[in-house]
């Protein structure tokens, strides 16, 4: 795809606005966007989101598995769970998120 995806449009935001806006509504307080190919636009325009950022220089050279990687390794050391998301996978409901969110904490009730 020639078009840089986390801006193209969607639901009146953009593809990378949706999914921050899903993980937001669901109560999700430490949001991390791993950055790679035009980094410097896409972290002008999440400034407006308050998440915190990590840039993937070598992105072009490594798998998604290095951002992934790198996004962890951003984590504060008392993190206990996190979501994984490509951004090309954009349609996840705040629902889902939250679903998610109440099965974790009745597993760790055990």
């Known amino acids: 795809m020639k078009d840089f995806k986390p801006l193209l449009p969607l639901k009146g935001s953009t593809i990378i606005g949706t999914l921050i806006g899903a993980f937001k509504t669901a109560g999700v307080q430490d949001i991390i966007v791993v950055t790679g190919r ?9 400034k407006e989101f308050e ?11 490594t798998d998604m598995f290095t951002s992934i990687v790198l996004g962890l390794q951003a984590l504060e050391q ?5 979501f994984i998301t490509p951004c090309d996978i954009p349609l996840i409901s705040s629902e889902t998120i939250q679903a ?6 009745d597993i760790c009730k055990l």
């Open 38 to 46: 035009d980094h410097e636009l896409l972290e002008g325009y999440l």
């Open 51 to 61: 998440v915190r950022t990590v840039h993937n220089p070598r992105y072009a050279e």
């Open 78 to 82: 008392d993190t206990d769970c996190v």
């Open 100 to 105: 998610l969110l109440r099965e974790r904490q």
